[in-house]
């Protein structure tokens, strides 16, 4: 139990352009999900809360108009990355913590590259 | 935030021996600790984890130790296999589920 999906694994995408990152939690509710970007050989750092039907809480220092939190079911939380450019190219991974229960579950991670 | 960007210092064990892997958090009011594995490319896997109520806990081949005084928690791995390499982090947050932060990484050779 506790598996949460992130989608895509690996995307490719020109400057400019708008990317939209899924995280499902496929066999439980997660009100409270978490995303998180990882550069090469680093820890991941945490970017923002996502609760569910609320906005999402941004840590400081990341620009929430270009990071766009959707938090709208108990199962789904997106990120999109606005305008993207060379610089937002890393590694973004979503977890997800379980309603009621210990334990935050992560994803798959989403390789982004902005060329 | 509680983040901690730094690069990953390193670690290099030999195959059988036991290794510790320290890391220091930095939120005295976090209860719930974790500790992840993540290899290279893929998201962190849960190792062990431990609530502000306890110091020790122990898992298959893994303990990790808390010690809330310094604000310093450890992995200790038994008998460590070439599949043990990988970047392992540990990570604070509140049962709760509302806040979750992780502290610098480790990365564990194991040379066979």
């Known amino acids: 139990g506790a598996v949460v999906s992130q989608h895509p694994s690996r995307v490719i995408c020109k400057s400019g352009t708008s990317v939209k990152i899924e995280c499902r939690s496929l066999d439980f509710q997660a009100t409270t999900m978490f995303w998180y970007r990882q550069f090469p050989k680093q820890s991941l750092m945490l970017m923002a809360t996502s609760n569910e039907g609320s906005k999402a809480t941004y840590e400081q220092g990341v620009e929430k108009d270009k990071f766009l939190i959707n938090h709208a079911s108990l199962t789904l939380s997106t990120l999109t990355v606005t305008s993207a450019h060379p610089e937002d190219s890393s590694f973004y991974i979503c977890?997800?913590?379980?309603?009621?229960?210990?334990?935050?579950?992560f994803g798959s991670g989403t390789r982004l590259t902005v060329v | 935030g509680e983040n901690v960007g730094l690069h990953l210092p390193t670690l290099s064990v030999q195959e059988g021996d036991n290794s510790i892997i320290n890391c220091a958090y930095s939120?005295?009011?976090?209860?719930?600790f974790i500790w992840y594995k993540q290899e290279s490319g893929k998201g962190p896997q849960f190792i062990i984890d431990?609530?502000?109520?306890?110091d020790k806990r122990q898992g298959q081949r893994v303990t990790v130790l808390l010690n809330k005084t310094v604000k310093h928690l450890s992995l200790q791995i038994a008998a460590t296999q070439p599949g043990d390499s990988a970047v392992y982090f540990c990570?604070?947050?509140?049962?709760?589920?509302?806040?979750?932060?992780f502290g610098t990484g480790t990365s564990l050779t194991v040379i066979p």
């Open positions: 431990i609530r502000s109520n306890m």
């Open positions: 977890s997800a913590h379980r309603t009621g229960n210990y334990g935050y579950t």
């Open positions: 939120n005295s009011a976090s209860d719930y």
């Open positions: 990570a604070e947050g509140w049962a709760t589920g509302n806040q979750f932060y």
